[in-house]
Structure formats: C-alpha cells, structure tokens
C-alpha cells in the first residue's frame, strides 16, 4: 500500500502525471500472477516470454516512465526482481528434460540492444563464481549435467560437446578457433551443417565456462548510447549430445543483435551503418520465415539468410521445441523498439508449422 502511494506521489510532480495515472489505473484493474519457481512447470513445444527491464539511470535523468504491462491469459508478469532461476523454471529447464529424448531445443533473446538479452543469456561468467544466477548458459548446463546423473540418461551413454560461433556481417566465425570462418551447408538430409565448427567435450560445468569465457572474448561487440558493451553480432552457444560419435540431440542459446534500426546507426561511421543494416536484414528475414510459419505457407523462405538457415531447425520437424525470451525497456522514449520486439513475440506465440512447408 505505501508502495502505491509513493508512486502515486512521485507520478503527480511528473510532466506527463495525467498518462503516468492512467498507466497505474489500468494496472490495477490487470489480474497478474507472478513468476514463481514453485508453479508447476507444463512441457512446450513453443514458449514465449517478455522480460521488461527496470528504468535505468538514463532514462530517469530524462523524465522517462514505465508504459509496459505484460498481462495475459495463458502467460505469467515477470517483474523486476524476479531471480533468473525463476525465468529458467518456466522457459529454458522444460527444453533440458526434451533434449534427453532427441530433440532440438533452441532458446533465443531478442530485443533492443541494450535491454538485457547478453545478460539474461550469458550473465557475468566467472570460473570461480558459477552460481545459477548468472545467466542461462550456467543454469541449462548445470541441468544437463545433473540429468546425466540419472541411471536412465546413464544407459544412453552419452557424451556432452560445446560449440560457439557468431554470424556477423552475413558470416558465421567460430569463436572457439580463432574466429575461423565457416561454411554453412544443406545436407542430403535436409539438414543445416555448419561446417568445420569446433566442438569441444566437456565433462563438467567448469568446462563449459572456460569455453564461453574463450568465446565471449572475441565475440564482435561495441558501443551503443544504450550500453557500452553491446553485442553486434548474433552469438550461438550450443550444448551437443553424441551417443557412439553420433548427433543425439542438440541445445542452442542464441544471443540476437538489437533490432533497432537507426538509433545507433544513424549518427554511426560508415563501418557501423554497414553492420546495422546487416543486422537488420537478417532480422528481417527471421521476420519474414515467422509470417511464412505463422500463415501456414507452402514454402518458407530459410535460405534468405545465414540466421535462418541456422535457425532452421528450431522451428521444423516433430522433434523441435523452442523458447523465446523477448527483453525489453519499459520506458516511453522506447516504445518503438519495444514494439517491434514485442511483434515477434507475438508472432512466436501463435506459430502452427506445416511439416511439409520447407524452403
């Protein structure tokens, strides 16, 4: 009740105190549950989730205020200060049980840059400080081990491998080999190869984070006016499963450049344009092989970039189960950009894929 009555408080001395009030009484009339670790967790073959971050310093030096609500019938309100572990719970710890079945699971962070994805996905990695508050990598791999336990996963024989590779600029480099850059092929299968791709066995979590660690060293970032160190590249993390030297199953956490379009760029170097429009065009085309999916079209356009070719097989096939996590600002200055990210969050959730519609 104090809480309420203090932002009630401090939206009256606002400049836009009447829009800051409607926001609050619209608010209060929203039947939210929160996310809990306790809530019975259901398995999915598509999950989406919206992450809204707090007002940072910048945008409350500028008179910014909160304008995101992320209410829902069949979705949950992730505040603020809602531990990772509890993020997990319900969108990339259900992925781990599918994995062990066969499955290609995929986990992607999408948003503006700036906004969290690097950090929800990857966290600060430290090999003498892996709590399971730091990010995704840490929390998926420390699940995949821990089901390896397990006399059923024992009896499967298999060995766990770490791949990390970016697309940047239209080109896949394996940040685990020196940035090598690699060919991305189709095989007689149908299925995605990315080829030469370094992939490292690892036999405990201090493995895995010495090798996101190597990566994220050379990982191509780089200034923003949102963040000082954000990713200009689209990073893959991938968790493979082998049994007798064959492909068994795969995990993939993917870290998607910002999806803004000229904030940055527009007062950017010619080097930086070129790199904002790449990224822009792959997102495009992620865009478009969503509305191909989404309206049950004969033919879905994959080939139209490096990140839905590689992206590929997170949304085809019976075996496939994908979780999105759309990170985003609360504020009003960035409602733009918040929309858009929230479009392809909308657009993930109402995906039915036609198994016979493959580009």
Not at 67 to 73: H, I
Not at 137 to 149: A, W
Not at 231 to 257: E, N, P, V
Request: aromatic share 6%; with cysteine.
């Amino acid at each position: 009740m104090q809480e309420q009555q203090d932002q009630q408080a401090t939206a009256s001395l606002h400049p836009r105190s009447d829009v800051m009030a409607m926001i609050q009484k619209c608010c209060s009339h929203l039947d939210c549950e929160a996310l809990q670790a306790t809530i019975p967790c259901q398995p999915h073959h598509i999950c989406v989730c919206v992450q809204k971050q707090p007002l940072n310093q910048q945008e409350a030096e500028l008179n910014d205020f909160d304008v995101v609500t992320v209410p829902g019938q069949d979705m949950v309100m992730v505040h603020e200060a809602k531990q990772k572990l509890d993020l997990t719970w319900h969108t990339a710890q259900p992925l781990v049980e599918t994995i062990f079945q066969g499955s290609m699971a995929t986990c992607f962070a999408c948003g503006q840059r700036g906004s969290g994805k690097t950090h929800t996905i990857r966290g600060s990695l430290s090999i003498k400080n892996s709590e399971p508050s730091e990010g995704f990598y840490v929390m998926v791999t420390e699940d995949v081990f821990c089901r390896l336990q397990d006399s059923s996963c024992q009896k499967l024989e298999l060995r766990v491998y770490g791949a990390f590779f970016e697309i940047y600029e239209s080109k896949v480099f394996d940040l685990l080999n020196w940035k090598k850059w690699l060919r991305v092929l189709e095989d007689c299968k149908q299925q995605i190869q990315v080829m030469g791709l370094w992939e490292e066995e690892v036999t405990s979590l201090q493995d895995v984070i010495k090798l996101i660690e190597t990566g994220s060293k050379c990982h191509t970032s780089g200034k923003t006016s949102a963040n000082t160190h954000s990713s200009w590249s689209h990073a893959i993390f991938q968790i493979i499963l082998k049994k007798r030297g064959h492909l068994y199953a795969k995990f993939s956490l993917i870290d998607l450049a910002g999806n803004e379009q000229g904030a940055d760029i527009s007062t950017a170097d010619r080097q930086t344009s070129l790199e904002g429009a790449k990224i822009k065009k792959s997102l495009l085309a992620l865009k478009n092989c969503i509305r191909a999916l989404g309206r049950n079209r004969s033919h879905t356009p994959f080939r139209a970039s490096k990140l839905t070719q590689v992206l590929r097989d997170s949304f085809i096939g019976e075996n496939s189960c994908t979780c999105t996590i759309a990170t985003v600002f609360p504020g009003m200055r960035s409602c733009k950009h918040t929309l858009k990210t929230l479009w392809y969050a909308n657009r993930m959730k109402e995906l039915v894929v036609n198994l016979n519609s493959l580009g």
